[in-house]
């Protein structure tokens, strides 16, 4: 069974940073696009980045120059590291990932259970 599995959230101060994992387990045949999504309460799920296979990165407008996404193929895990943190940053961030299961001849798209990321003073 394919798990994603975020790690690295918590309480941060205005101006902070965080670094947010995002492991992949389980049969997995190769892992295509991740990405990191994030919801506040009371909001829609927002899309961060994005990242290919490849390492190409793509970024929303509203975290460009504060968030880096990154991934390690070979651990199956992708990053998100996050600096100059503001209170609207405050959400629940989630990982996705396309992904085809080992025996399967499909991609198909999976969701992490979401860390919690709290930026106050």
């Known amino acids: 069974q394919v798990q994603l599995v975020e790690s690295g959230g918590g309480l941060v101060q205005p101006g902070g940073s965080l670094r947010l994992s995002c492991a992949a387990s389980?049969?997995?045949?190769?892992?295509?696009?991740m990405g990191w999504y994030r919801q506040a309460p009371g909001k829609q799920r927002e899309l961060l980045a994005t990242?290919?296979?490849?390492?190409?990165?793509n970024y929303a407008d509203s975290v460009k120059g504060r968030f880096t996404i990154s991934r390690d193929n070979a651990k199956n895990t992708v990053y998100l590291q996050m600096v100059s943190l503001k209170p609207e940053d405050t959400a629940v961030y989630y990982c996705?990932?396309?992904?085809?299961?080992?025996?399967?001849?499909?991609?198909?798209?999976?969701w992490g259970q979401g860390t919690q990321v709290t930026v106050s003073s």
């Open positions: 389980g049969s997995i045949f190769i892992i295509y696009g």
């Open positions: 996705n990932a396309d992904l085809t299961p080992t025996g399967s001849t499909r991609a198909k798209n999976y």
């Open positions: 990242i290919t296979n490849g390492g190409r990165p």
